[in-house]
């Protein structure tokens, strides 16, 4: 892997972690169309840290809040966690057949279909104007079954988390926030399993250039996505990410058939 080809994913996954178009399906088609087969695993989790440094950058506050266990974030803290048990379960039962999907360039494609209509569905029927502490206990849980499917690549781990916090009545930014809030100890947590893993199976060599392009160009890249993103809940616009997703599907799918 060159330089420019680290530089390049670790843009896409910046830009797509947060914007709902689905970054584990846009890395690969990426790969696949660039032709990179070697330490994909490794250098998928190196960009998915990177990923992490914007969310502590633009909501330093609150994860401080959090971190100092301040009585108004207990009870957010508590629903983050009870979010993320269905993510681990699932991941845990199902980790070899996710990990298959990740050569598969036409599951990916077809799991963008789907993100785009979780899109569009989302701005058309859903809303409210709820905080995270208004929830029920049980809606933080649905929250994270639907974060457990974005391990299918294609499936946006932003997209379907906001997508069903709206769903249950919250208002977006709020929507936004516990969405990027509860992607740090998923992607954390993730990132760390599979480092392990990759250790125990003698390691990677991957260049460290290539490690740290990848990693900043992803941090950098995260932080813009981010404002993006806020802004068009704002202004309510999710559907035209689903008629970008269609159309990324429908030329993924033509090319590699024909």
């Given at each position: 892997?060159?330089?420019?080809?680290?530089?390049?994913?670790?843009?896409?996954?910046?830009?797509?972690?947060f914007i709902p178009v689905s970054s584990s399906g846009h890395l690969v088609i990426a790969q696949f169309f660039m032709d990179i087969r070697e330490d994909q695993l490794l250098f998928n989790v190196i960009v998915h840290i990177g990923t992490l440094i914007p969310i502590f950058i633009i909501f330093w506050?609150?994860?401080?809040?959090?971190?100092?266990?301040?009585?108004?974030?207990?009870?957010?803290?508590?629903?983050?966690?009870?979010?993320?048990?269905?993510?681990?379960?699932?991941?845990?039962?199902?980790?070899?057949?996710?990990?298959?999907?990740?050569a598969d360039a036409y599951a990916a494609a077809f799991m963008l279909i789907v993100t785009g209509f979780i899109l569009y569905f989302t701005e058309v029927f859903a809303g409210g104007n709820k905080e995270v502490e208004d929830l029920k206990f049980w809606q933080p849980i649905l929250v994270g079954f639907a974060q457990s499917f974005a391990i299918i690549p294609g499936i946006s781990r932003s997209g379907s988390t906001i997508a069903a916090s709206i769903f249950q009545g919250l208002d977006r930014e709020a929507a936004a926030r516990f969405s990027f809030l509860m992607s740090i100890p998923v992607i954390g947590g993730?990132?760390?399993?599979q480092f392990l893993n990759i250790m125990e199976a003698g390691g990677s060599n991957l260049e460290v250039k290539i490690i740290f392009t990848g990693l900043i160009t992803a941090a950098v890249s995260g932080y813009f996505a981010i404002k993006i993103l806020l802004k068009v809940l704002k202004e309510r616009k999710l559907q035209y990410f689903s008629y970008y997703l269609w159309i990324m599907a429908l030329i993924v799918i033509l090319i590699k058939t024909f």
């Amino acid at each position: 892997m060159s330089i420019f080809e680290a530089a390049f994913l670790g843009i896409i996954q910046g830009l797509t972690e947060f914007i709902p178009v689905s970054s584990s399906g846009h890395l690969v088609i990426a790969q696949f169309f660039m032709d990179i087969r070697e330490d994909q695993l490794l250098f998928n989790v190196i960009v998915h840290i990177g990923t992490l440094i914007p969310i502590f950058i633009i909501f330093w506050q609150d994860i401080k809040d959090m971190i100092l266990l301040k009585k108004e974030k207990r009870k957010e803290i508590f629903y983050i966690l009870l979010a993320i048990i269905p993510t681990g379960i699932i991941g845990i039962l199902f980790e070899d057949f996710f990990e298959s999907l990740f050569a598969d360039a036409y599951a990916a494609a077809f799991m963008l279909i789907v993100t785009g209509f979780i899109l569009y569905f989302t701005e058309v029927f859903a809303g409210g104007n709820k905080e995270v502490e208004d929830l029920k206990f049980w809606q933080p849980i649905l929250v994270g079954f639907a974060q457990s499917f974005a391990i299918i690549p294609g499936i946006s781990r932003s997209g379907s988390t906001i997508a069903a916090s709206i769903f249950q009545g919250l208002d977006r930014e709020a929507a936004a926030r516990f969405s990027f809030l509860m992607s740090i100890p998923v992607i954390g947590g993730a990132g760390f399993l599979q480092f392990l893993n990759i250790m125990e199976a003698g390691g990677s060599n991957l260049e460290v250039k290539i490690i740290f392009t990848g990693l900043i160009t992803a941090a950098v890249s995260g932080y813009f996505a981010i404002k993006i993103l806020l802004k068009v809940l704002k202004e309510r616009k999710l559907q035209y990410f689903s008629y970008y997703l269609w159309i990324m599907a429908l030329i993924v799918i033509l090319i590699k058939t024909f």
